[in-house]
């Protein structure tokens, strides 16, 4: 890609990491500390989308934010046991959601994560 734009949840890991990045010289990669679960959509659309924490279901916002043929992973499930998804937005038609293998990941938190009753 010509560019990358990552949110980061937690402050001094998003400075940290914009630090490090910066250091290694990486000029193409926009990071923003916030609400991962509901994307970066001001630079939407994406034709690749990582979700690097787990999810109850597909975050929306992220979906919205797919492009035409473009391709999300993510892990959805029970907070102990989550699949990853490969998700393709064809050119047209219905998305297509494809069960890679059984994964566990932190929770997703924010707006389109687990709700603070259900994390644990």
């Excluded at 990552?6 to 290694?24: K, Y």
Aim: aromatic share 6%.
């Amino acid at each position: 890609s010509s560019h990358v734009y990552t949110v980061e949840r937690v402050s001094v890991l998003g400075e940290r990491a914009r630090e490090r990045l910066g250091n290694m010289g990486y000029g193409n990669i926009s990071l923003r500390i916030g609400d991962g679960s509901a994307g970066w959509p001001e630079h939407a659309p994406y034709h690749r989308i990582m979700v690097t924490a787990g999810c109850a279901a597909l975050p929306p916002p992220l979906l919205d934010q797919l492009a035409p043929g473009g391709r999300m992973v993510a892990p959805v499930g029970p907070r102990m046991e989550q699949d990853l998804q490969l998700v393709t937005r064809p050119l047209d038609g219905p998305l297509r959601i494809e069960s890679v293998m059984k994964v566990i990941f932190v929770e997703l938190v924010g707006p389109y994560g687990w709700s603070p009753a259900d994390r644990g």
